[in-house]
């Protein structure tokens, strides 16, 4: 009982020292830092290794991971995750900077796959319409990799021209 009773007491001298009110200078007011800026030349060097990995990954269009039938597997799954992943960090670090609209273009459409594979349930294999956008999901998840390292490739010549 007299441990129980120290405890609490302890415990809220603790709650009542960080509680407080007039505190200008509490952690919470402080912002982190900002995410480090690539430019087009940096992003291409960090991105085209990650996304040449990926495309091999992915294997040849006709044969790919994400083409019937393999669309309907956990591959595909997983392939889309990695790619819708890499789609979304992208478009972070690109922000609102002009420079990048193929790059941003094909995020977008990365990530539409993406959630057209998940919502539609393409593990399952669905059929009729749920099929049809599935397949067109997969060919662009099949894309995605070539189509994301090209907008990388052009933001960066197209930075050097300037």
């Known amino acids: 009982m007299k441990r129980w009773v120290i405890t609490v007491a302890a415990g ?26 690539y430019s ?7 991105w085209t290794p990650v996304l040449q990995g990926r495309s091999d990954d992915m294997g040849p269009m006709t044969a790919a991971v994400c083409m019937p039938p393999a669309l309907f597997t956990g591959d595909c799954d ?8 890499d789609a979304d960090t992208l478009v ?3 922000g609102g900077r002009p420079g990048f609209s193929d790059l941003l273009k094909y995020a977008h459409k990365v990530q539409e796959a993406r959630d057209t594979y998940v919502s539609r349930e393409c593990q399952t294999r669905p059929s009729g319409a749920a099929y049809t956008e599935c397949a067109l999901a997969g060919r662009t998840l ?3 990799a070539q189509s994301l390292l090209a907008g990388v490739n052009a933001a960066a010549t197209d930075s050097q021209k300037g």
């Not at 087009?40 to 960090?46: F, G, H, I, S």
């Not at 997983?78 to 992943?85: I, N, R, S, T, V």
């Open 142 to 144: 099949s894309l995605a």
């Open 40 to 46: 087009a030349v940096e992003m291409q060097e960090k």
């Open 12 to 37: 809220g001298l603790l709650l009542a020292g960080c509680s407080s009110t007039g505190d200008t200078d509490s952690k919470a007011d402080v912002k982190p830092p900002a995410a480090k800026v």
């Open 92 to 94: 972070q670090e690109v």
């Open 78 to 85: 997983e392939a889309g995750k990695a790619l819708a992943g």
